[in-house]
């Protein structure tokens, strides 16, 4: 059942992935990303983190793809197709570079015992997360909140229109 | 089942994520694949949160989070401020700073 699950979803992610950088118009690279989001939180429910699954839908497909639409449609998105060329051999190129990265990469995750079974910890709640937030990891988060607020300000001076 | 699925799967989407990086010309594609990348990172962090039974991983899922969103905002606005000053969104036309 498990895997069944993991097969199906893993490909929705996988193909949506695909779409995301064989899309012309950015548009429809922005609504293939969120569907990759999405079959992505059902892995991570299938792994037992809810929290996370929850806020990668919440925050990931809810508020960052939001502002890229915002973002695509007011910069006129359907012209962006004029960027593409048509070189046919870029396609091909792609999946050299794709198979190239993937035996470079595997070596390094054979390494790693195949069959590693999972912990008997259980669901990872989000009591345990916020303990671990708070607790351990306060100074990283605190950081992370100078940092969101650097970049709100960033957003505003780079968005102002100079008088 | 095992680990392995899980990593292959994250590495696949790490990879189409840096192939469009390279290939794509638009500004808001490049962004979107970096995106992707990310994502592809996160799911080997709960997978090896889920199977070597610690909170770190999640806790780490969640600051790359919190890093997606700052660098969408700011990005999506220098983003905008080149389309204003230079009416292009192609990476080709905006290579001052590249020479």
């Given at each position: 059942m498990e895997s069944a699950l993991f097969y199906l979803f893993g490909t929705i992610s996988l193909i949506a992935a695909i779409s995301v950088v064989a899309q012309r118009r950015v548009f429809y690279s922005a609504l293939s990303l969120i569907i990759c989001l999405c079959a992505l939180s059902a892995l991570y429910l299938l792994l037992k983190a809810p929290f996370i699954a929850a806020v990668q839908v919440i925050v990931y497909a809810g508020a960052i793809m939001v502002l890229f639409l915002f973002v695509i449609m007011m910069l006129d998105p359907f012209a962006a197709a004029r960027l593409t060329d048509k070189k046919k051999w870029l396609g091909s190129l792609s999946v050299v570079l794709g198979t190239t990265m993937l035996t470079l990469i595997l070596p390094f995750l054979s390494s790693?015992?195949?069959?590693l079974m999972a912990a008997q910890a259980g669901v990872v709640g989000t009591e345990r997360i916020g303990r671990a937030i708070f607790d351990e990891y306060v100074l990283p988060f605190e950081a992370t909140s100078i940092l969101i607020l650097v970049g709100i300000i960033g957003a505003v001076i780079l968005g102002k229109r100079r008088a | 089942m095992g680990i392995f699925p899980y990593l292959v799967l994250s590495a696949l989407l790490f990879i189409v994520g840096t192939v469009g990086v390279i290939l794509k010309k638009n500004v808001i594609a490049i962004f979107l694949c970096i995106e992707l990348m990310l994502n592809g990172a996160n799911l080997s962090f709960v997978a090896f949160s889920r199977y070597l039974g610690q909170v770190h991983g999640q806790v780490f899922v969640f600051f790359v989070m919190v890093v997606a969103a700052a660098e969408a905002a700011v990005g999506l606005a220098i983003t905008i401020t080149l389309y204003r000053n230079r009416k292009t969104l192609s990476v080709d036309d905006a290579d001052i700073m590249k020479w």
């Open positions: 790693y015992p195949r069959n | -």
